[in-house]
């Protein structure tokens, strides 16, 4: 069987991957990075809810069910942190489970760090456990039906 996988588990509730959750059907699950991975606002995955390992092995209905997910989640950052940027990336590095990271640059970040490193930037706002839940809160309805967006 090899090494348990991490999002597999993550999304039985158990391990350290575990964030809050945002969206989930029987194809994809999009949550908030836990603060204990990092307390930058606006950090998102989005999963397959079966476990594959690439972008290349993705069936057609996840492929659609990715985009989406991945479109309402930058948008939801968009329109409720106002960021420089948002950025996604697939890498796959540390878990052969598919997972699209959308993640928000905050406005103001200086041009020397990296797309990937507004973490390490000292002047970056950081998140509280009440502050990630005021936020999840304020994302989640952007995977409802457009007329109930904020
Ligand atoms: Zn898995």
């Known amino acids: 069987m090899g090494t348990p996988c991490g999002i597999c588990a993550k999304h039985r509730g158990e391990g350290p991957l575990v964030g809050p959750l945002l969206f989930a059907d029987e194809l994809v699950v999009v949550t908030h990075r836990p603060l204990s991975k990092g307390r930058l606002p606006g950090y ?20 659609r069910a990715v985009g989406w997910a991945v479109a309402r989640a930058a948008r939801a950052l968009r329109h409720e942190l ?9 890498t796959g590095r540390t878990w052969a489970h598919f997972h699209q990271h959308v993640f928000a640059r905050p406005t103001g970040t200086p041009d020397e760090i ?37």
């Open 44 to 63: 998102l995955f989005v999963e397959t809810r079966r476990h594959t390992a690439g972008v290349a092995d993705l069936g057609d209905d996840e492929s």
């Open 82 to 90: 106002a960021p420089e940027h948002v950025f996604s990336a697939i």
């Open 114 to 150: 990296p797309w990937f490193g507004a973490d390490e930037w000292a002047g970056a706002p950081i998140l509280d456990d009440a502050g990630l839940d005021q936020l999840c809160a304020r994302l989640s309805p952007y995977f409802g039906p457009p007329e109930q967006f904020p």
